[in-house]
């Protein structure tokens, strides 16, 4: 399995940065599924012990210059990767300004999303910080676990603030309840 990808744009790589922030306000550990196209954010707790299901889809044209990924095989080309939101967070914090950010599948003592980020310098020598993100390989026997959830065709539309407006709304009100109630009323 191999994974590679660089973000190059400024405005992606903060965007990519606030995606992975206000998914690590809603869990502890989520799984990162990796294939051509897309990046998977996926979040299934058990939903009977009141738990959260989330999915989010990021197309990796979008996001990054350079990208390269090797699944399992040929007839499994994906990787399915277990980690804490927040330790991507914490090694993207210092990308805000970068010039670019690689994200490589690395194994260290133990399987690692190795963040590159070369930082602007007043000098002519680059300064490049490297973070890396422990992340557990998830067998093949699970994958099924992590399908796309079947959505029942709605006829509803919101109009929403932007993202960073509403993850700082549920940053500061998670710590009054562990339930939201949300009420809408039409025109």
Known sequence: MRFRGKLVDIGCIQHFTRVVSTISKLAKTC?????????????????????????CELTQGHFFNEFNMEGLAEDAN????????????????SAQNAKWVKMKLTKKHTPCITFEVELPSLTSHSRTVVHDVPVSVIPKRLWDEFEEPEMPDFDVSIYMPPLKVVRNVVDRMKNLSNFVVSAFSGP
């Open 31 to 55: 799984t990162l599924r990796i294939n051509q196209s897309k990046l998977y954010f996926i979040l299934s707790e058990r939903v009977v012990n009141g738990g959260v299901s989330i999915w």
């Open 78 to 93: 994906e990787i399915f990767l277990e980690l804490t939101p927040e330790n991507m967070v914490k090694s993207l914090k």
